[in-house]
């Protein structure tokens, strides 16, 4: 009996997935570098999975490929560019030193992700949130949890280099990372988040002052980024507690308001 024909798939599906592929391969090319000792490439390479990463779920969108297989795929690309990488990464360059407590930090950062991987992807799961909270992630999402824990690494190309290989400097960011990732605490989710029309230009202007400065001085342009994002946290939090006070206080409102 002749098996029927599967439906041939349009090329937009594969792109998105294309795009992760590319994204896992870069964060495992990372651990390469990092052997090799090669720590600026490596801490690009995980650099250029977190851009791939940023752009195959919104081309995933606007292509209408988005799949579950493509989601999975996604999510086990991210355990391993933002998971396993850096922290393998961090270990050849500071925390071998420590020895098997260099490890266990290596372990914990892992398992870290993999639970605020796991809880990101059964959130759908739960009664639905009100509609203010979807501009914010509960604890701080893998990619940015990759580019935080890499900072003294990253700073260190620039200045200091003495002070932040230190294996006590580094474990105390796989520690505090570890924990942002698994914490309820609220950061922002910027590709939600609604600008007053005033804010265009200025953020326009910060994105053209952020390219040049990728092109003249990328470590210290990168090291201020991830500094910036920091003290978002500040803010995130703030503003969700007010959302929050004024949600518990009967007030109607949406996400979508300034």
Not at 17 to 46: D, K, P, Q
Request: aromatic share 12%.
């Amino acid at each position: 009996m002749q098996r029927p024909r599967r439906p041939r798939l349009s090329i937009n599906v594969m792109i998105p997935n294309m795009l992760t592929m590319l994204a896992l391969c870069s964060g495992l090319t990372a651990v390469r570098f990092a052997y090799e000792a090669r720590w600026e490439h490596a801490a690009l390479a995980i650099a250029a999975a977190a851009v791939l990463d940023a752009l195959d779920g919104r081309i995933a969108r606007l292509l209408k490929g988005a799949t579950k297989f493509g989601a999975e795929l996604d999510s086990l690309s991210d355990m391993l560019c933002f998971g396993v990488a850096p922290a393998l990464v961090l270990y050849f360059w500071s925390l071998e030193k420590l020895g098997r407590f260099g490890w266990i930090l290596v372990l914990l950062y892992a398992v870290a992700c993999a639970l605020r991987l796991a809880r990101f992807n059964t959130a759908h799961d739960d009664p639905e949130p009100p509609a203010w909270s979807n501009i914010f992630f509960t604890g701080i999402p893998a990619p940015a949890a990759a580019g935080l824990v890499l900072l003294p690494m990253v700073i260190s190309f620039n200045i200091w280099e003495e002070f932040f290989r230190r294996p006590e400097v580094v474990s105390v960011f796989m520690v505090l990372v570890s924990g942002l990732m698994v914490s309820r605490i609220p950061t922002y989710s910027f590709k939600k988040v609604k600008l007053k029309p005033s804010w265009i230009l200025p953020i326009m202007l910060a994105v053209g002052l952020f390219a040049a400065g990728m092109l003249s001085a990328p470590w210290t342009t990168i090291s201020l980024a991830l500094l910036s994002y920091l003290v978002s946290i500040a803010f995130s939090i703030k503003s969700y507690r007010e959302m929050k006070k004024r949600a518990d206080s009967g007030e109607v409102f949406d996400g979508d308001e300034d």
